[in-house]
């Protein structure tokens, strides 16, 4: 399977996810520009992060509008996998293919350092095959990671399940000291309706070898693997198709 | 001068990060000041738009409708005036 990494102007994640998928994992992959206007085939879509068009606007809402975004939409109709992290989870929220937005965190810093997720959910293809309850170590670093979406989508999202990752302490419980940056209910990640598309402030690119200080990043992308190895592509397009229609009262 | 000036601003409630930032800087100079929102202004030319379609601009794109509000002002003016 070939895995395409996104680079946008001012992404800075780009390699650190194409060493974790290719040097690492194997993998075959492909880097496309932002101005590409088609995906090369892929099997999987990868928005790393970074600061794209410098951040200016808001975090991500410059990259919603880049040429290669159309394609993107595209592709993730048909119930392929994207991830984005961190910018690239910004990214993904101001093209309204996730749900909520990210704003600056409180305390009114810039927070870099190792955290703890629970894996929430285990229905997208980056934790089908972690177990729920699992705890992830992973780094986060940046600025504006906290969370948040209109009150009564909260509890939308928990109830079919779209909450994927919530920051915890490091026996798994989720505590407002193990959240670092203000996010509503803890909420370090979240999916699309189709759950094919899944964003998450964490880094798990940058926790995908021991020497890094943490294997557990690498769980979602072979999580990923397994999870396109065992699903012929041919079935994902009336499945994902369904639930996109349904899913587009949620976006925003 | 620009054609329209759009006012953004977070909705109340949300987190404003930037205007406690510089609420402390006031404090720390001695001014007594109970609170600080920071917003962003946007002048834009754009002789054929009217301001319904400078509204679509704020909600598409300019301001995210989920944490922001926006006010859309025509400092030329149909007059012509200003400096």
Redesign the interface.
């Known amino acids: 399977m070939r895995w395409g990494v996104v680079i946008f102007p001012g992404s800075n994640c780009d390699q650190d996810c194409v060493h974790a998928l290719r040097a690492v994992l194997a993998q075959d992959v492909v880097e496309i520009w932002y101005q590409d206007r088609t995906l090369d085939g892929v099997d999987v879509v990868v928005l790393p992060g970074g600061f794209a068009y410098g951040d200016y606007?808001?975090a991500g809402?410059i990259a919603a509008?880049a040429p290669v975004m159309p394609a993107i939409r595209d592709f993730a109709s048909t119930g392929r996998p994207v991830l984005g992290i961190c910018n690239g989870f910004q990214i993904l929220t101001?093209a309204h293919l996730l749900p909520?937005?990210l704003?600056?965190?409180?305390g009114?810093r810039f927070r870099c350092r190792p955290v703890w997720v629970r894996v929430e959910s285990t229905a997208t293809p980056f934790t089908a095959g972690i177990p729920e309850g699992t705890v992830l170590q992973m780094p986060i670093a940046h600025a504006e990671g906290?969370y948040?979406?209109?009150a009564d989508d909260v509890a939308t999202l928990e109830a079919v399940g779209r909450v994927v990752f919530r920051y915890c302490d490091p026996r798994g419980r989720v505590t407002p000291e193990a959240n670092p940056n203000?996010s509503v209910a803890g909420i370090a990640g979240v999916a699309s309706a189709a759950g094919n598309v899944v964003g998450l402030m964490p880094h798990p690119e940058r926790a995908s070898e021991a020497l890094l200080g943490s294997g557990d990043g690498r769980r979602l992308f072979e999580s990923v693997i397994e999870w396109m190895a065992t699903r012929p592509t041919a079935e994902l397009t009336p499945r994902a198709a369904a639930s996109a229609q349904a899913a587009g009262s949620l976006a925003? | 001068m620009p054609a329209f000036r759009i006012v953004i601003m977070l909705k109340p409630g949300v987190l404003d990060a930037a205007g406690q930032a510089v609420q402390q800087g006031l404090d720390a100079l001695g001014y007594d000041v109970q609170s600080v929102r920071v917003g962003k202004v946007i002048e834009i030319n754009a002789s054929g738009a009217t301001p319904e379609a400078v509204d679509d601009m704020c909600a598409r794109f300019l301001a995210n409708p989920l944490i922001e509000t926006w006010r859309i002002e025509e400092p030329a003016g149909a007059t012509g005036g200003g400096a």
């Open positions: 606007l808001r809402a509008t101001e909520g937005t704003i600056r965190n409180n009114l906290g948040v979406t209109a203000g925003r």
